[in-house]
């Protein structure tokens, strides 16, 4: 899943992706059996390896009342404290980080990444978004900490721009909250909010005095601000290699931002499916 704190796109599908590689990586090895609820899975001293991929409906840009389907996919590699590819915590689809801490209910720690694809196209609305130009992919840095105990998880991300490419600051707060009805199946469900910085939401939101020469659009400069969201979502263990996972997440952008030019829906809508792939 490819993305950073851009939208509430991102924030579904890193949330769909952890979930799925999470429960993916629940058994440590041959004789290992599923945790429980609330428990984190111990850190493994060999490589782990696992696959994801799916597709997802997302608005076409953060503010779009436009649609699209996007196959989605990652890969994630872990060996003890070190990760490659998906960020525990749900932060990027590619990076590279650590666990400072870890026990059964805290983990925290730190990752750099880079995106693989423009968060915005000025072709995703030729129309809106015609003289705006791309907003260009660039390096994060970030840091996350998470807390999970029985049915109750909390999960917070700080993200920041560390490329150069004027896209700000964004810190995530989650909490979820976790259903086993059935043995393999877990249902989940809970509220979230971001916060963005105003840099932020002037390179994903705002109007230069440039781009509105170039666009006819009106000047706009939003402040920092807060969208509120709410996920629901299901993983199912087939075996221990395979799970598959879906997930609805709905947001309202904040009125920092609805009044944009570009923005003619500030509620977001975004659901999929995926099948995640734990190598022995």
């Known amino acids: ?130 003289g705006l130009g791309d907003i260009e992919k660039t390096a994060h840095a970030t840091l996350f900490a998470s807390y999970t105990r029985d049915w109750f998880g909390l999960r917070t991300v700080l993200s920041t721009d560390a490329g150069g490419k004027h896209q700000g600051t964004t810190v995530n707060v989650d909490l979820d909250g976790k259903y086993q009805p059935i043995e393999h199946l877990v249902l989940s469900a809970g509220p979230g909010l971001t916060w963005n910085s105003s840099q932020y939401n002037q390179t994903f939101y705002g109007i230069t005095s440039q781009q509105s020469a170039r666009s006819g659009l009106s000047a706009y400069s939003p402040r920092s601000g807060v969208t509120l969201r709410v996920s629901v979502g299901a993983n199912y263990q087939l075996n221990r290699n395979w799970n598959i996972g879906t997930r609805v997440g709905i947001s309202r952008l904040p009125s920092e931002v609805a009044n944009s030019p570009i923005v003619n829906n500030r509620n977001q809508v975004n659901y999929g499916i995926s099948a995640n792939y734990k190598f022995d």
């Open 1 to 130: 899943m490819y993305f950073q704190f851009k939208n509430s796109s991102f924030i579904f599908l890193s949330g769909l992706m952890v979930s799925c590689l999470t429960i993916g990586s629940a058994h440590a090895d041959d004789n290992a059996v599923e945790p429980a609820l609330g428990v984190n899975p111990p850190l493994s001293n060999s490589w782990r390896y696992s696959l994801m991929a799916g597709v997802a409906n997302m608005p076409k840009y953060a503010g779009s009342s436009d649609q699209k389907f996007k196959a989605i996919g990652g890969f994630s590699a872990t060996y003890g404290r070190y990760f490659i590819g998906a960020v525990d915590g749900g932060s990027t689809p590619f990076g590279v980080g650590a666990y400072f801490y870890n026990d059964e209910h805290w983990r925290v720690g730190a990752a750099l990444s880079y995106d693989l694809s423009s968060a915005r196209k000025e072709s995703d609305d030729e129309t809106r978004l015609r």
